[in-house]
């Protein structure tokens, strides 16, 4: 992979829709997509009306009501197949134009095209693996047990990873056969349109199979999950927003799949590799700049390396490039937009009235860095445990960090949330590792490791961090119904 810097240039704002353009229904006024780092417009599209959101579904229905895509389990396969193809193709446009719309280091938006990519091939050899059951029932009796698609699922996404997210739920209902309308946070619609048109190149993925719509998810987001059409809602969002959904779907008696926010814990044993523990931490709060669900924002260290590890860690924290994320050398890229900077640096304020901040807090200087939503890296310690800080998701690069005792003051620490999206234990005792993680109340619980994922395996969310799971074999069937086929060669009516 070319793990070089780009360079600035002239950007050629993206006109979307692009002129033929299979996948986006969109009627309404133009507006502008703005790069977080430079404020130069990356792309000029349109917003979708309610009428668009209505004709999306409408053609989803269509298609799932008249088109083999629910039943050829193979044509998905290979539709699928050709395009993780076209998206590994273009790592390298699509990785561009996703650190231009959203902020993240280009370094960071190549592995987010190539992770994508590796989602759904898995998903494109399941699709032909989704297997029922049999059972013999009674002497005459056979039972069969089927898996069948849901119907038209609508698929939300949010900015922070657009194209994983977005894959994540896409990919697997496709695989089982669903059709699907998406509507992309307002922030990154010019990524999950390029994506979704490389998809729409196929010539045999039938028309209406996946449509698009875009605006805001107060107008647009809350049409489409109250269209009669729309069978299941695969939301990834934040907790308040999916809760509203949820309660909107319970109008329609919808199917729902919300992944939420977080604020994970990640926890230090002073019998742990303290190098890699220290790499562990950084990479779990300042990949993305903490704009990541999973972000391991409370640290919790053992008392005996609570100074000394601070200590490395704020002298770590000093060595971040801030700067263009189009550069190989920047490490923390700006944040998405204005509201979210605004967000952060407010939680970081509380943060100096209730605590200690440790480093962080000066905005860059340089005139060409001050226009870009940067926030600095941010250590805090000596917080309340009900301080806002430590108990809500900020979504922004800040740390809090907090000593424990004992291995069960640890574990009251980590569960002392209401989320429970992710966790990290660091220590060379396997016993205790695998206490902890079993007692850590978390969907992923990483082991001298953080931020790992594969799309063999399962994610999600225990208490306000979401209801389902997401990737693996779960993720693919909660895009699906079960139908059991009852045959009695002797039958006794009733
Ligand atoms: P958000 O909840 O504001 O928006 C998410 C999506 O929902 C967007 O497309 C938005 O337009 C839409 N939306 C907003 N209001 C809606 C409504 N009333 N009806 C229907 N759709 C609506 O979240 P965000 O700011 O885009 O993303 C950040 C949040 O996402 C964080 O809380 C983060 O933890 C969470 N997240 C969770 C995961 C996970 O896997 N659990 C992954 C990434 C992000």
């Not at 729902?256 to 562990?280: H, M, R, T």
């Not at 600095?376 to 690069?397: H, K, Q, Y």
Request: with cysteine; net charge negative.
């Amino acid at each position: 992979m070319n793990a070089g810097t780009l360079s600035r240039g002239d950007w050629a704002a993206l006109r979307l829709p692009i002129a033929g353009s299979r996948v986006v229904v969109a009627r309404g006024d133009e507006v502008e997509d703005l790069d977080p780092t430079t404020q130069e417009v990356v792309a000029r599209l349109r917003t979708s009306i309610p009428a668009d959101v209505a004709e999306a579904v409408g053609r989803a229905e269509a298609a799932f009501k008249t088109t083999s895509w629910r039943s050829d389990g193979r044509l998905r396969s290979q539709v699928l197949w050709r395009f993780a193809e076209r998206l590994r193709t273009n790592v390298e446009p699509l990785a561009e134009l996703l650190t231009r719309e959203q902020g993240k280091t280009i370094g960071e938006a190549r592995s987010e095209i190539s992770g994508s990519a590796d989602m759904v091939e898995y998903y494109a050899g399941l699709a032909r693996s989704l297997y029922g059951r049999s059972a013999v029932l009674g002497e005459h009796v056979h039972g069969v047990v089927v898996r069948e698609p849901v119907g038209v699922v609508a698929v939300i996404t949010p900015w922070n990873w657009p194209l994983t997210l977005l894959m994540r739920s896409l990919a697997p209902a496709l695989a089982a056969g669903n059709t699907c309308v998406v509507k992309p946070a307002s922030l990154t619609p010019a990524i999950t349109v390029r994506a979704l048109d490389l998809l729409a190149e196929d010539g045999t993925l039938p028309d209406g199979v996946v449509t698009c719509v875009l605006g805001p998810g107060s107008v647009v987001g809350d049409a489409l999950v109250g269209a009669p059409g729309v069978e299941m809602i695969a939301f990834t969002g934040e907790s308040g927003t999916g809760t509203a959904v949820m309660q909107r779907a319970a109008l329609g008696t919808r199917k729902v799949a919300l992944e939420l926010g977080g604020k994970s814990p990640n926890i230090v044993f002073a019998d742990a590799n303290l190098e890699k523990a220290l790499d562990g931490a950084m990479n779990a709060i300042f990949t993305t700049s903490g704009q990541i669900c999973t972000a391991g924002s409370r640290l919790l260290l053992e008392s005996s390396i609570y100074e000394s590890f601070v200590a490395r860690l704020v002298e770590r924290v000093a060595t971040l490039q801030m700067g263009d994320p189009l550069l190989a050398t920047t490490t923390l890229a700006p944040l998405v937009s204005a509201d979210q900077r605004r967000t952060v640096e407010d939680y970081i304020a509380l943060g100096r009235k209730e605590g200690t901040v440790l480093t962080g807090g000066e905005p860059p200087s340089e005139e060409y860095l001050a226009r870009g939503y940067f926030v600095p890296a941010t250590v805090i310690v000596d917080l309340p445990l009900t301080s806002a800080v430590v108990r809500e998701e900020i979504f922004g690069p800040v740390l809090t960090v907090h000593p424990f005792a004992a291995e069960g003051e640890a574990v009251a620490l980590a569960e002392d949330t209401d989320f429970g999206l992710a966790a990290g234990i660091w220590t060379s005792d396997l016993d205790r590792a695998w206490r902890v993680g079993r007692a850590v109340r978390s969907g992923t619980v990483w082991i001298n490791t953080y931020h790992h994922f594969y799309p063999e395996a399962e994610v999600g969310g225990f208490r306000r961090s979401g209801l389902g799971r997401q990737q693996g074999i779960e993720g693919l069937l909660e895009f699906t119904e079960t139908k059991h086929l009852n045959f009695d060669a002797k039958p006794t009516l009733w």
